[in-house]
């Protein structure tokens, strides 16, 4: 996977001087399976979606279609470097303020800012699963359904 990762980057990539990095793409499939990869190698990310306009070059109307933005977390930065140089990521929690990785790597636990409670009267669906615990993950994140 590093060299796969690695490539992308050095062709879609950006990294800028103060030390953040992202990349770009028209198909969300392939951010959110980069995502995934990332993910997968404690490095975490954010994408964004940038809105497509019409625009006029030369004289001439000029299309741009919706693309997508993966933005690696600062705190990621230097996981991120070692995982493309084919280096073991060492001291995954050191210098982590808003989340952090288990031991093992497989779980990243985020800080709760903050928790709000509002009223609501519409209509709320539960996904049900094979396992008792009534959970699944939807994009990266761990959610559950009420109790049946």
Avoid: W
């Amino acid at each position: 996977m590093p060299h796969l990762i690695r490539g992308y980057f050095d062709g879609d990539g950006c990294y800028y001087k103060d030390g953040s990095i992202s990349a770009s793409s028209i198909s969300k499939k392939l951010i959110n399976d980069i995502q995934d990869i990332l993910t997968s190698c404690c490095v975490t990310s954010s994408v964004n979606k940038h809105k497509g306009n019409n625009k006029l070059e030369n004289g001439k109307i000029v299309s741009r279609l919706d693309s997508y933005r993966i933005k690696l977390a600062r705190q990621s930065s230097d996981s991120f470097r070692e995982l493309i140089n084919e280096e073991k990521v060492n001291n995954l929690n050191e210098e982590r303020k808003h989340f952090y990785f288990s031991e093992d790597g497989n779980f990243i636990f985020y800080k709760v800012k903050s928790v709000e409670t509002y009223q609501y009267t519409g209509k709320v669906y539960n996904f049900e699963t094979e396992s008792d615990s009534h959970s699944f993950c939807c994009r990266n994140v761990a959610t559950h359904n009420c109790d049946p």
